[in-house]
């Protein structure tokens, strides 16, 4: 596979891990385009780690993933370090996502992108994890693919679906926090 800069990743074969297609990637990072630079990125349901390089391939500071297969977490893991530049900080974690996303509470995330097996039963777990641990910065965006005929956008306290894109078979639902930045808890925990 190649990413942003024609650059070339690993990825698995088969279809265990579904890539984010393409188009759906430019459309990301296009929409994103002046928030990528100097970002704290999360990855959900990491998979081939595509979003992750490209993230860091166009400047973010920090890249974080979550996988729960061990072999996409190897290949993820080698694909970041290749392409990580000195000045860039990468983790990738192993283990189940909604577990996983209680150990960054007290940090927060600029761009936050989440794409789930289509048919799992991860979207609202998910996203209430999110909102309960307070990980979306109150200006960040999070970035949630899926299948229109496998599920739908829900609003979640917390956080709004403020508009959702389509791509061919897949479809982006972009969240905002829907509590007032001044009225949310002050973070002070350090991440490490």
């Not at 265990?16 to 393409?22: D, E, F």
């Not at 917390?158 to 791509?167: A, N, P, Q, S, V």
Request: hydrophobic share 40%; aromatic share 10%.
């Amino acid at each position: 596979m190649r990413i942003y800069g024609n650059r070339r990743i690993k990825t698995l074969p088969g279809q265990t891990v579904r890539p984010t297609p393409s188009r759906v990637r430019e459309a990301i990072f296009q929409i994103w385009r002046d928030r990528i630079s100097g970002c704290d990125w999360l990855d959900l349901c990491a998979g081939s780690g595509s979003m992750g390089a490209e993230a860091l391939c166009r400047g973010a500071a920090t890249v974080t993933g979550i996988e729960k297969w061990g072999r996409a977490y190897s290949v993820i893991r080698d694909n970041w370090q290749t392409l990580a530049q000195p000045e860039q900080q990468i983790k990738i974690l192993r283990g189940d996502v909604v577990i996983m996303l209680a150990k960054f509470a007290g940090r927060q995330f600029d761009c936050i992108y989440f794409d789930p097996p289509y048919a799992g039963a991860l979207y609202q777990p998910v996203l209430t994890a999110i909102a309960a641990h307070h990980l979306l910065a109150p200006d960040g965006e999070m970035a949630v693919e899926y299948s229109p005929r496998q599920w739908q956008p829900l609003e979640i306290a917390g956080l709004m679906c403020d508009r959702c894109k389509t791509y061919g078979n897949s479809a982006i639902a972009f969240y905002r926090t829907s509590q007032d930045p001044e009225n949310r808890p002050e973070v002070q925990a350090p991440w490490v």
